[in-house]
């Protein structure tokens, strides 16, 4: 549960969307990208990725997948972020001027509710972990749908349900984590009407919004602590954002996990195990370097924009 540095966050209210958790979040997960290049090569082929194209991402953040598409196309194309929140709008600008990316992206402030772009603008419109935090992901479909041209794609990347964590040194908390993740998640969608598990429903989705051709692939995220591939820095720094993570989250993850059918001396159980775990591996490079494997997953779905 805890291995989510995309995806775990406070109530929607709080302040864990800050500048500072969405920067740090993403900083790290490139990390983890530069280890595995083909994942370049995927994105590209999936979503036709060329030069020339016009995009559009809904829901951009502090602009790091949108820098991310940018770099993938060699040649000339214009990408427009479009992010509700002003703080990470101006993060945005200010990221993608310095990654010398301005020639290629700009950003427009909007809601995935109300996109400020035109019908039929866009080549490509797309969104990645956007769908999860909504009540209504439908209505946002259909609006990218609207900005997107007839023949033209939209695509949604998104946290799927697979999860998967093994530490064959604790199989005790091994347990508890995969019975602590779906009541997690259980208790966000009860309580806030989120669904961080959204991926496997997005075809389903894409096709009620009168979408064509909807194609999905899994892309699977494995961390494995003892992967040469990784730095040992890497691996220290992923492990302290996410326990500096839980302490600030604690009292809203405790509220999930009881909500989502755990008995509160299991939830606090849970949480206290998995604290004391990360305080003791952070205590001893040599103990970073385990065994432990953590996986988790996105859909990343396609549709055709009706003719």
């Not at 291995?3 to 709080?14: E, F, G, L, W």
């Not at 002003?86 to 993608?96: G, H, K, V, Y």
């Not at 909500?259 to 001893?284: I, T």
Request: charged share 30%.
């Amino acid at each position: 549960m805890k291995s989510r540095a995309d995806t775990s966050q406070k109530s929607v209210s709080s302040t864990a969307f800050s500048v500072r958790y969405l920067r740090r979040s993403r900083e790290l997960y490139r990390r983890y990208l530069e280890a595995k290049p083909w994942m370049r090569q995927f994105y590209i082929s999936f979503l036709g990725l060329r030069p020339g194209l016009r995009i559009v991402e809904v829901g951009s953040g502090t602009g790091d997948f949108t820098q991310y598409l940018a770099r993938l196309i060699r040649g000339r194309c214009e990408i427009t972020g479009i992010e509700a929140r002003e703080a990470s709008l101006q993060a945005a600008i200010t990221e993608t001027r310095r990654a010398g990316l301005s020639g290629k992206i700009s950003y427009k402030k909007g809601d995935a509710n109300q996109i400020p772009i035109e019908n039929g603008y866009a080549d490509l419109t797309c969104c990645r972990t956007l769908l999860m935090h909504l009540p209504d992901p439908l209505s946002a479909v259909k609006e990218m749908t609207r900005i997107t041209n007839p023949g033209g794609l939209v695509a949604a990347i998104e946290p799927s349900e697979m999860k998967s964590f093994y530490d064959p040194g604790d199989l005790e908390y091994t347990e508890k984590a995969s019975k602590a993740y779906p009541a997690w998640l259980k208790g966000i969608r009860k309580l806030e009407g989120k669904d961080f598990a959204i991926g496997e429903k997005l075809p389903s989705v894409f096709r009620t919004a009168g979408l064509l051709n909807i194609r999905t692939e899994i892309q699977a995220d494995a961390w494995l602590d003892i992967d040469p591939r990784r730095r040992l820095k890497d691996v220290r720094d992923q492990l302290r954002f996410e326990y500096s993570v839980s302490k600030e989250t604690r009292s809203y993850d405790r509220k999930y996990l009881v909500a989502g059918g755990l008995l509160r001396k299991q939830a606090d159980d849970y949480l206290r195990m998995y604290e004391s775990r990360a305080r003791r591996l952070l205590s001893d490079s040599d103990r970073l370097r385990v065994a432990r494997v953590y996986g988790a997953a996105f859909a990343v779905t396609i549709g055709q924009s009706p003719g």
